[in-house]
């Protein structure tokens, strides 16, 4: 083999690690990415059922100190 052949040679197989390389950093990135989006989908979810349990506690319906209230009031 001539040594243009080789040096091509040589040139591909770079280029095939650093696509390697690159995929692996980007599964990397991807992987970092979908564990943050999933750590902000709980904080989110927790914060709207905190305030959706508070809307729901400070009801007069639905608040659970009104009805042990209720209870009492009813039973004496």
């Known amino acids: ?35 943050l989006i999933h750590q902000l989908t709980k904080r989110c979810f927790l914060i709207f059922g905190m305030a959706i349990a508070k809307c729901i506690g400070s009801s007069s319906i639905f608040s659970i100190t009104n009805k042990h209230r209720m209870m009492g009031e009813h039973s004496r």
Do not use: G, H, P
Not at 4 to 9: D, M, R
Not at 17 to 31: D, G, M
């Open 1 to 35: 083999m001539n040594q243009l052949s080789l040096v091509l040679k040589e040139i591909d197989a770079i280029q095939q690690l650093n696509n390697e390389n690159r995929k692996s950093k980007f599964k990397t990135l991807n992987i970092s990415k979908l564990s």
